[in-house]
């Protein structure tokens, strides 16, 4: 087995990377579903980002005032190619954050764990199968 077999780092890397992502993002939302405090918010604005294939990308911008009387205002990390009616700026939405620390928090309809579960099955794939490939490569040798 020649040095073919560092190749395999690159897909080994990648599913690491994915899982972590995925399971971080699974793990996040666990705990706002239930440690997190729902409050009604206020789409302000929506911030536009370009990605890489020139999509363009909107982050809706919420704005609550927490239980202890903290104004808080803070983008969501999901963000969508079109923005409906109901997530238009100036429409009323439900959040649930984290009390300790606001800036972590979930827009009710509009994050998805969807992407957070891609992530983590991608990632078992590919590590659980780069490792299969491995572990038979080297008792066949």
Do not use: Q
Not at 11 to 23: D, E, K, R, S, Y
Not at 91 to 101: I, L
């Amino acid at each position: 087995m020649g040095r073919e077999w560092l190749f395999s780092l690159i897909p080994l890397t990648v599913g690491v990377a994915f899982l972590g992502v995925g399971i971080h993002g699974l793990r996040r939302a666990g705990l706002l579903r239930r440690h997190g405090i729902t409050a009604v918010a206020r789409i302000v604005r929506h911030e536009v980002m370009k990605g890489d294939e020139g999509v363009t990308y909107y982050h809706p911008v919420m704005a609550w005032t927490s239980r202890d009387g903290r104004a808080c205002e803070y983008s969501s990390r999901f963000g969508r190619g079109s923005v409906g009616h109901a997530f238009g700026v100036g429409a009323n939405a439900t959040v649930r954050y984290d009390p300790e620390n606001p800036r972590r928090f979930e827009v009710v309809g509009w994050d998805a764990r969807t992407v957070d579960l891609l992530f983590t099955v991608l990632g078992s794939v590919f590590t659980a199968g780069t490792v299969i490939v491995l572990v038979v490569r080297l008792l066949t040798l």
